[in-house]
Protein backbone atom coordinates (compact mmCIF):
# COMPACT_ATOMS: atom_id res chain seq x y z
CA UNK A 1 0.00 0.00 0.00
CA UNK A 2 3.26 2.31 0.69
CA UNK A 3 3.99 1.76 -3.05
CA UNK A 4 0.06 3.40 -3.92
CA UNK A 5 0.62 6.30 -2.02
CA UNK A 6 4.14 6.63 -3.17
CA UNK A 7 3.20 6.80 -6.70
CA UNK A 8 -0.02 8.90 -6.14
CA UNK A 9 2.25 11.87 -4.37
CA UNK A 10 4.24 11.51 -7.68
CA UNK A 11 1.45 11.98 -9.66
CA UNK A 12 0.10 14.71 -7.47
CA UNK A 13 3.16 16.43 -7.74
CA UNK A 14 3.38 16.51 -11.47
CA UNK A 15 -0.27 17.57 -11.54
CA UNK A 16 0.67 20.47 -8.79
CA UNK A 17 3.81 22.20 -10.55
CA UNK A 18 2.06 21.67 -14.61
CA UNK A 19 -0.68 24.06 -12.48
CA UNK A 20 1.33 26.37 -11.12
CA UNK A 21 3.51 27.11 -13.97
CA UNK A 22 0.73 26.94 -16.34
CA UNK A 23 1.37 23.47 -18.53
CA UNK A 24 -1.95 22.11 -17.53
CA UNK A 25 -3.39 22.50 -20.98
CA UNK A 26 -4.08 18.48 -20.59
CA UNK A 27 -5.56 18.35 -17.06
CA UNK A 28 -9.08 18.60 -16.15
CA UNK A 29 -9.87 20.61 -13.33
CA UNK A 30 -10.86 17.20 -11.88
CA UNK A 31 -8.37 15.50 -11.99
CA UNK A 32 -7.34 15.87 -7.98
CA UNK A 33 -11.19 14.41 -7.77
CA UNK A 34 -9.53 11.40 -9.99
CA UNK A 35 -6.41 11.11 -8.03
CA UNK A 36 -8.29 10.60 -5.10
CA UNK A 37 -10.71 8.08 -6.13
CA UNK A 38 -7.83 6.10 -7.30
CA UNK A 39 -6.09 6.20 -3.99
CA UNK A 40 -9.48 4.77 -2.71
CA UNK A 41 -9.83 2.59 -5.12
CA UNK A 42 -6.26 1.14 -4.79
CA UNK A 43 -6.52 0.81 -0.78
CA UNK A 44 -9.68 -1.35 -1.74
CA UNK A 45 -7.96 -3.50 -3.89
CA UNK A 46 -4.76 -3.74 -1.64
CA UNK A 47 -6.80 -4.78 1.40
CA UNK A 48 -9.25 -7.55 -1.05
CA UNK A 49 -5.89 -8.87 -2.37
CA UNK A 50 -4.40 -9.02 1.12
CA UNK A 51 -7.40 -10.82 2.06
CA UNK A 52 -6.99 -12.79 -0.53
CA UNK A 53 -3.15 -13.82 -0.38
CA UNK A 54 -4.49 -15.51 3.26
CA UNK A 55 -5.38 -19.15 3.68
CA UNK A 56 -2.75 -20.47 1.52
CA UNK A 57 -3.70 -18.52 -1.35
CA UNK A 58 -6.73 -20.93 -2.54
CA UNK A 59 -8.91 -18.20 -2.71
CA UNK A 60 -6.59 -15.78 -4.38
CA UNK A 61 -8.07 -16.34 -8.18
CA UNK A 62 -11.64 -15.32 -7.06
CA UNK A 63 -10.60 -12.42 -5.19
CA UNK A 64 -8.66 -10.94 -7.85
CA UNK A 65 -11.46 -10.82 -10.19
CA UNK A 66 -13.63 -9.83 -7.57
CA UNK A 67 -11.18 -6.82 -7.39
CA UNK A 68 -10.97 -6.33 -11.24
CA UNK A 69 -14.83 -5.96 -11.39
CA UNK A 70 -14.63 -4.28 -8.46
CA UNK A 71 -12.34 -1.53 -10.19
CA UNK A 72 -14.27 -1.47 -13.74
CA UNK A 73 -17.80 -0.87 -11.45
CA UNK A 74 -16.52 2.11 -9.57
CA UNK A 75 -15.29 3.82 -12.36
CA UNK A 76 -18.47 3.28 -14.64
CA UNK A 77 -20.24 4.98 -11.35
CA UNK A 78 -17.58 7.56 -10.85
CA UNK A 79 -17.41 8.71 -14.79
CA UNK A 80 -21.59 8.08 -14.85
CA UNK A 81 -21.91 10.62 -11.99
CA UNK A 82 -19.15 13.27 -13.04
CA UNK A 83 -21.23 13.24 -16.52
CA UNK A 84 -24.71 13.57 -14.89
CA UNK A 85 -23.53 16.51 -12.73
CA UNK A 86 -22.59 17.94 -16.01
CA UNK A 87 -18.71 18.43 -16.70
CA UNK A 88 -16.71 20.69 -18.66
CA UNK A 89 -14.74 19.34 -21.55
CA UNK A 90 -15.95 15.73 -21.47
CA UNK A 91 -12.71 14.09 -23.89
CA UNK A 92 -9.94 15.72 -21.78
CA UNK A 93 -12.17 14.32 -18.90
CA UNK A 94 -12.33 10.89 -20.26
CA UNK A 95 -8.95 11.33 -21.77
CA UNK A 96 -7.54 12.07 -18.35
CA UNK A 97 -9.32 9.24 -16.26
CA UNK A 98 -8.18 6.55 -18.84
CA UNK A 99 -4.31 7.57 -18.48
CA UNK A 100 -4.59 7.45 -14.78
CA UNK A 101 -6.85 4.18 -15.38
CA UNK A 102 -3.93 2.69 -17.50
CA UNK A 103 -1.36 3.41 -14.87
CA UNK A 104 -3.12 2.26 -11.70
CA UNK A 105 -4.06 -0.86 -13.53
CA UNK A 106 0.00 -1.56 -14.90
CA UNK A 107 1.39 -0.56 -11.24
CA UNK A 108 -1.29 -3.09 -9.65
CA UNK A 109 0.33 -5.82 -11.67
CA UNK A 110 3.57 -4.99 -11.51
CA UNK A 111 3.13 -5.24 -7.64
CA UNK A 112 1.45 -8.24 -7.96
CA UNK A 113 3.51 -10.04 -9.82
CA UNK A 114 6.54 -8.88 -7.94
CA UNK A 115 4.12 -10.32 -4.87
CA UNK A 116 3.79 -13.34 -6.54
CA UNK A 117 7.35 -14.05 -7.50
CA UNK A 118 8.93 -13.64 -4.90
CA UNK A 119 6.35 -15.80 -2.84
CA UNK A 120 7.09 -18.52 -5.14
Keep these: MIRSILATLVIGIVFFLAQRTQQDAWLHPSVWYMLAFYLGVSFLIHRLMEYGFRNTREKFVP ?6 VARLLLCVIFVGVFFYRGVTDPLLFILNFFALYLFYTCFEIYGLYRNLRRDS
Design 63 to 68: FYLSTI
